[in-house]
């Protein structure tokens, strides 16, 4: 054990994206657009015109695919052609594994759910912290919002990515509005109105969302803006011929006196993951996932 997984969305599902996580770098929707905008445009400036984005921001990106992928632009200073940008063969290769792993994804019939009974303990825009078992985990209330826009104003932009081999980072965890043909999706948000302190709630978390990683190798809560990280243990693995579901058992939260049960937490890794990460049942491993990746749900009474 000791790469990422394989983490990412099931398009079909209506929530979540795909992703392919290196190095605790996550390869999603909006990079694989960005690359395409490259190829496209023949420069970066061009790319990041044609998005909607800064040059400044385009480019920082990618250094930072970069140092984790390889080299995926190659740049051509100007001269009798004029210069510009073009993709090296290592993004095109980057871009068919997306594209597989999308694939799988979609085609997966149903994503496992994870729910867990809580209540709001604060509440910060779009974004609520919920009291639950297994401790303080934040979800989206109220609407959908966009992944990137979220978390930048929560912790800056995210340099950890997930989904075909996302190791436990290159997987199906997967989720931009915009950009319609980079895979992400609008609807991350949660189901019905705002949320107040006190309001019971149920956090619901897909396991195409959840990125697993060796709990010797966590990735630095630094270095993400998943806001969301726990500590569990491999029960078992459900394996699939591309995507498996592995089932991790997370401890509650010692309140002194109170007896909950440990709760299981379900996680969308490709096979290929599972294998180089070495998994197995009995394996302790950190989980992680985005505050925009998990839906609160106002409980009925």
Do not use: C
């Not at 190791?167 to 609008?186: K, M, P, V």
């Not at 709990?215 to 998943?226: E, H, K």
């Not at 937490?265 to 491993?285: F, N, Q």
């Amino acid at each position: 054990m000791g790469e990422p997984t394989d983490s990412g969305p099931a398009p079909a599902a209506g929530r979540g994206r795909a992703a392919l996580i290196e190095d605790g770098v996550e390869f999603d929707g909006r990079d694989a657009a960005l690359l395409r905008a490259v190829d496209a445009a023949g420069s970066v400036a061009g790319a990041a015109s044609e998005l909607g984005r800064s040059r400044a921001r385009a480019l920082t990106r990618i250094e930072t695919l970069e140092d984790a992928y390889g080299t995926l632009v190659e740049r051509r200073r100007g001269g009798e052609g004029g210069g510009g940008s073009r993709l090296a063969a290592s993004a095109r290769d980057l871009l068919d594994r997306y594209d597989r792993l999308q694939a799988v994804l979609a085609a997966t019939a149903s994503v496992p759910e994870t729910v867990l009974d809580g209540t709001v303990a604060a509440v910060d825009g779009e974004l609520a912290v919920v009291d639950t078992p297994v401790g303080e985990l934040s979800g989206l209330h109220g609407g959908t919002v966009d992944d990137e826009d979220a978390d930048d104003r929560a912790d800056g932009r995210d340099a950890d990515d997930r989904a075909d081999g996302r190791g436990a980072d290159d997987g199906a965890d997967g989720r931009d509005a915009d950009d319609g043909a980079d895979g992400r999706d609008a609807d991350d948000g949660a189901d019905g109105g705002a949320v107040a302190v006190g309001d019971a709630v149920q956090v619901r978390i897909g396991a195409d969302a959840v990125t697993v990683n060796d709990a010797a190798n966590a990735v630095d809560p630094d270095a993400t803006s998943a806001r969301n990280r726990l500590a569990g243990r491999v029960s078992r693995i459900d394996s699939g011929e591309t995507v498996s579901t592995v089932r991790i058992v997370v401890e509650p939260v010692d309140r002194g006196g109170t007896d909950d049960a440990a709760v299981g937490v379900a996680a969308l890794i490709t096979a290929e993951s599972i294998d180089r990460l070495g998994l197995a049942p009995g394996d302790p491993v950190s989980l992680r996932w985005k505050a925009t990746a998990t839906r609160l749900v106002a409980q009925v009474e």
